[in-house]
């Protein structure tokens, strides 16, 4: 169960997507103490609201690069670990 109040280090998305970025994480800790199902219930919960395809990164320590979706990303800490949440760029197949 998450003993912090959340910290926003980066964000470029909506304040809605935000808002649902932290809601459904503090919902998540409070459901599994699993990380993998944390994550996993993150991930779900954004692509069925937000459409896919979202990923979620969590940890104390770690270095990421990545290209993301234009206002779909957000990277905060609760609880002394870090949150990484962001949406991939759809790729458009050729007819």
């Known amino acids: 169960m998450p003993d912090t109040e959340p910290t926003i280090i980066k964000v470029e998305m909506s304040d809605e997507m935000r808002d649902d970025a932290i ?9 599994n103490q699993d990380e993998t199902e944390i994550l996993k219930y993150i991930k779900q919960q954004f692509d ?3 459409k ?5 990164v969590m940890g104390k320590n770690f270095c990421s690069y990545f290209t993301y979706e234009e206002n779909c ?6 609880s002394g670990r870090d949150y990484l949440l962001f949406k991939t760029p759809s790729q458009e197949q050729p007819k």
């Open 23 to 31: 809601k459904i994480t503090m919902e998540s800790l409070r459901r």
């Open 48 to 50: 069925l609201k937000y």
């Open 52 to 56: 896919p395809s979202w990923h979620c």
């Open 73 to 78: 990303y957000i990277y905060f800490s609760i």
